[in-house]
């Protein structure tokens, strides 16, 4: 008889332990003098390449930060907060989706003509939102792919960010340094002169145009690697471009012109719960700083373009309280990878350097398998509702869907998104346990206190941008509580542990 009891015990404390995990990062509705809260606003405000350690609030001394500061000083600062991945397209696409990017074959780092990544039919942050009753925008660097192939950069492109649950998008299609140059609004390039079209090749040139390698003399900007072809206003980019004059960017305005745009939309939809993904460029190479901003760090453009980021989000965060929401704003501060200083361009970033470490004590960085790579800056701020509070919960940004969906009462079944909600309010201290990060289609697993890297075939080192990538023939075992910097690989001396973590490893790859 009590043999038979047993595992029904068991089995009954499993199940009463594992409805209190799932309702342990749930919240219920604020509700103030009997009276429902209206939903909050949300914004995730998203750097491209900032380091863990390139913000004063996370130890920097060279380099303040104070509008970034004030939010990590009024909200909740993460010290293990995560990008899905150590580059960009694939933490772009996590943070939208709620999936691991690895199993996904084509969330790499994609050329600027790539076809959508996201299915039109998948579930998607905004899509959650827009269930709720949000209106919901981009504003900022996409990298997610436009189209379904050979797009027509001169008629309305689709499928782009309004068929996967934006309602409005501004947007840069790639990067700063990938063609085509141009903005794209609501799936049309802006300013484009229909005599003047655009053609965008990243296989091959077109006739007569100028490149980095034939024309230099027209550059004002020395590619160091890959960045030598089609040059426009100076700078050689990556891919080819024809036409389409009256619609490039300014790329020493583009910081502006994104928050203009930003500040805008708050304006205009300020009557109506919304959600405002704010995706800003900096500091991706090619670093153009404002002139307001050149010089202003001592530490070269990518200093600078530090600088001039954490003025436009304080810009950002001056409209929302002149407009009269922040208060119920919830913010979300965040990086897509860590730092990377030469990505291609001469611009003084190593040189200049000085006593900065952008990596903040960590190892590695962008491209890395090392903590460098996908821990970065995270903060989550919600003026009177979150308490300032330091937090060493295991959060990544794939856990927003859940989370922001348990926020606004919309329970999506999303296979690896976690609902973190209470956890990003500072209302719990306890994380993810486990996290697969990647790195180049390459994957290990943060599990609690420890780092599990396995065995990958590849260099060891990134000599075009010099970063460590982690790659190596043997695994490597990191206590990354006691060793932040992953110097000492306990592997070899911590067998137990090694096998306990490739278990849970391949469970989880499973």
Known sequence: MIKKIIPVLIFTATLVFAVVSCKSNTRKPVVKNDVEKPKPNIVVIYLDDLGYGDLSCYGATELQTPNIDALADGG????????????????????????????????????????LLISTAQTTLPKTLAKAGYQTAIIGKWHLGLGSGNVDWNTTIKPSPNEVGFDESYILAATQDRVPTVYIENGNVVNLDKNDPI???????????????????????????????????????????????????????????????????????????????????????????HPRFVGKSGMGPRGDVILEADWCIGEFIKTLEEEGV?????????????????DGYYDDAVEKLGNHDPKGGLRGGKYSLFEAGTRVPFITYWKNDIKPNVSDAIVCQ?????????????????????????????EAAQGREHLIIEAKSNTALRSGDWILI?????????????????????????????????????????????????????????
């Open 199 to 289: 053609e965008v090749n990243y296989k091959k040139n077109f006739e007569g145009e100028p490149t980095a390698k034939t024309n230099p003399e027209l550059t004002t900007m020395k590619w160091h690697h890959g960045h030598n072809n089609s040059i426009v206003n100076g700078i050689p980019r990556i891919g080819y471009m024809k036409g389409g004059e009256a619609a490039k960017w300014s790329d020493i305005d583009m910081a502006d012109h994104f928050l203009g745009k930003a500040q805008d939309y708050v304006k205009t939809h300020k009557g109506n719960p919304f959600f405002l993904y704010y995706a800003m460029q900096q500091p991706h190479v090619p670093r153009t700083p």
């Open 398 to 426: 794939m856990d927003l869907m859940a989370s922001l969906g348990n926020l606004v009462g919309v329970d999506e079944n999303t296979t690896d998104s976690k609902n973190l909600l209470r956890a990003l309010l500072g």
């Open 326 to 342: 922040l208060e119920n704003t919830l913010i979300v501060f965040s990086s897509d990878n860590g730092p990377v200083l030469n």
């Open 76 to 115: 909740v600062k993460f010290t293990n907060g995560y990008a899905s991945s150590a580059t960009c397209t694939p933490s772009r696409y996590a943070l939208l989706t709620g999936m691991y990017p690895w199993k996904n074959k084509d969330a790499k780092i994609l050329p600027g003509d790539a076809p």
């Open 454 to 510: 396995p065995p990958y075939k590849g260099a060891s080192m990134n000599k075009k941008v010099g970063t460590e990538t982690g790659v190596s023939l043997e695994y490597k075992l990191f206590n990354v509580v006691k060793d932040k910097g992953q110097q000492n690989n306990l592997a070899e001396v911590n067998p137990q542990k090694l096998q306990e973590l490739i278990q849970v490893f391949e469970q989880l790859k499973q």
